[in-house]
């Protein structure tokens, strides 16, 4: 008998009625929801365990939570029927690059720390499975997240334009800019004209002027796919 696939088994767990199991994951101890066999109430960890013979490890237990965690947001996202139906259809479109892509996913999402990351991929996931973007774009959004720090979602959604000066600026701000989800903007140079004469700020004053940023449309777009509900 062949083994059920990634994709039809992600559609199975989105056709269910109830998100508790998924929730309970990051509440109840691991061990006793394997002994237990609640996992096999939840197709695609139960999929994705016996496909890639995930075990009782503690990373191997983490990456499990992660895949709940993940699963759960998708649940959430999916309780209207015609949506649902909708994203049923395009995971049953071309099923061997689906399980392709979410073979992707559950890379990805072992790589990440945490259980907020994982959320945001479902949210990604979900924008890919409704064309707002493409699946290039899906795994560069995925990467960016893999490189967040703590409290850098948290200041990149915070505005779309910061101000600050030399002794406020953060580390965050800064790898933020590398990801490309913030650009830095022009600094004025010239403190005033004077009969003519043009005043330019000596380097060490303009080390001190205040600093403008702005949110890339790169950023834009993943603050507009991910900061619902997060």
């Known amino acids: 008998m062949s083994q059920v696939s990634l994709s039809d088994s992600l559609a199975t767990t989105?056709?269910?009625e109830g998100t508790s199991i998924l929730s309970d994951c990051a509440e109840i101890a691991l061990d006793s929801i394997l002994e237990d066999g609640l996992l096999k109430e939840v197709p695609f960890v139960s999929t994705?365990?016996?496909l890639y013979r995930i075990g009782k490890s503690i990373h191997e237990r983490e990456h499990i939570r992660k895949l709940a965690?993940?699963?759960d947001e998708i649940r959430q996202h999916t309780t209207d029927e015609a949506t649902r139906e909708e994203y049923l259809?395009?995971?049953?479109e071309y099923p061997k690059k689906r399980d392709k892509e979410l073979e992707y996913v559950l890379v990805i999402i072992d790589r990440y720390i945490?259980?907020?990351k994982p959320r945001m991929l479902a949210k990604l996931y979900l924008a890919f499975l409704q064309d707002v973007i493409d699946w290039e774009r899906f795994t560069i959004y995925s990467e960016v997240i893999d490189r967040f720090l703590p409290g850098d979602y948290n200041t990149l959604k915070s505005a779309s334009t910061y101000k600050t000066e030399k002794d406020l600026y953060t580390d965050s701000i800064q790898r933020l800019i590398a990801?490309?989800?913030v650009i830095e903007g022009f600094r004025t140079m010239v403190t005033q004209v004077e009969d003519?004469?043009?005043?330019?700020?000596?380097p060490e004053l303009r080390e001190k002027n205040e600093r403008n940023y702005t949110r890339t449309e790169f950023g834009n777009t993943l603050?507009?796919?991910?900061?619902e509900n997060m």
């Open 89 to 92: 259809r395009k995971l049953r």
């Open 69 to 71: 965690s993940f699963l």
């Open 114 to 116: 945490g259980y907020d």
């Open 196 to 202: 003519g004469t043009v005043h330019i700020d000596p």
């Open 223 to 227: 603050v507009r796919i991910i900061s």
């Open 14 to 16: 989105i056709s269910q």
């Open 48 to 50: 994705a365990i016996s």
């Open 179 to 181: 990801l490309g989800l």
